[in-house]
Structure formats: C-alpha cells, structure tokens
C-alpha cells in the first residue's frame, strides 16, 4: 500500500480549486473514440473514506478487458485532501487515486471512475479531471443522475436515454439488465459517449455495475479497513 502525501500547493479553498476546474477543462479530448470495447485492459478506480481519523484510500484494479479477470491491483492512503464540497469531490480523492495508478506493475488501459466526468455542474469531474492529469482515456459510470434530467430507458438491457443539462447531451442512462435502475455514462477524457456506453456494457454481463468498479469498491473497502484497524 502507497503512502500519500497532500501535494504542495493544492487548492484549499473553493476559488482555488474552481480556478483548476476552469484551467484544466480546456485541455478535454472529446474527439477521440478510445480503445474499442472488450479489448485491452481496463482499470477501475475508486475511493472509501473514514473522515474520523481523516482518512482516504484509494484501489485501482486492473482487469483484462475481454475476460474480466483481475490483471493486477494496488491500493493508497493518504489524508483526505479537500473539505466536502458538491462539484468538486475530485479534490478529495486525485491524490490517493493517482498514487493508486502509478503503484500498478503494468499500464492501466481506459479507466472507469466511479462518477461523473462531463455530467458535472462545471463539466469536469473525476473522470475528465483523471483524464487530463494522467493522459490516460476515462470514463465516469455513476450510481445517479446528479442534478441532471433523463427519461427512464427502455427496460430491456443495452437501451439508453440522453441525460441533460437543459437541452445539451453530458452523457447517457444506461439500462445494464433488464428492469434494473440505469447508470449513468459520461465521457472523461479521450473517448467519445458511444464508446463509453459500449464499454459500460461490456463490463456489466451479470450485475448493474461495471466489474470493474464492483472490484475497486470491494478492495478499497478492505483496505481502509486495514489501514483504520
């Protein structure tokens, strides 16, 4: 498990950081398709907290994208990083995750977050803020819609609806089975909505989330609390 210390000069208050948001936005790739789906490695990445003791830990875990094996995993842990601010949660969590990222023994492929990367009141969340960072092609698959509109997909899996900010597209609802609640697809950086939702449903065969985020939720669960024990 990697050690993580708060970066010198990260934001400490909101100006701060929404001043990052606006700077880092303007670097998106949302032009490129990404890595067809079902091939490569995907990674998943996610965060669990215990505020008490004032710590995050952070799991990445690889998995081989047409079998959905675990390829490798590593875990961080770190302070948490930032107050708990609606908009800019990725202010929490990038420290931990990137250190996450850089203790993998190969390279990550696409990343799949747990959230939101253009479906984000400033279109820039943990996905497209990952994105830009690292140069690697995200993803955000989140449990809700946020602040956005939807209407409910057809039932069946594999059927989609826009999910909106007024009239403009910042990603899709995603029925992953049939009769279940959708997720909620956007792109993050350096892949465009389609692919985002065909990966999404590759990585769904038996369960409404992506393996990948089951997998990272699971690890970082166990290994905070081994950290906090």
Known sequence: MTIVRIPAGWPVTEEQARAVQDELRERVVLDEQGPPPGTGRVTGVDVAYDDERDVVVAAAVVLDAATLDVVAEATAVGRVSFPYVPGLLAFREIPTVLAALEALPCPPGLVVCDGYGRAHPRRFGLASHL???????????????????????????????????????????????????????????????????????????????????????????????????
């Open 131 to 229: 994105g830009v960072l690292t140069g690697l092609p995200t993803i955000g698959v989140a449990k809700n819609p946020f602040t956005f509109s939807y209407e409910e997909p057809d039932a069946r899996r594999g059927s989609a609806s826009p999910l909106l900010a007024g009239t403009e597209e910042v990603g899709r609802a995603v029925r992953t089975q049939d009769g279940i609640k959708p997720v909620f697809v956007s792109v993050g950086h350096r892949v465009d909505l389609g692919s985002a939702c065909a990966h999404t449903l590759a990585l769904t065969p038996k369960y409404r989330l992506p393996e990948s985020t089951r997998r990272a939720d699971s690890l970082c669960r166990r290994a905070l609390q081994q950290a906090t024990s």
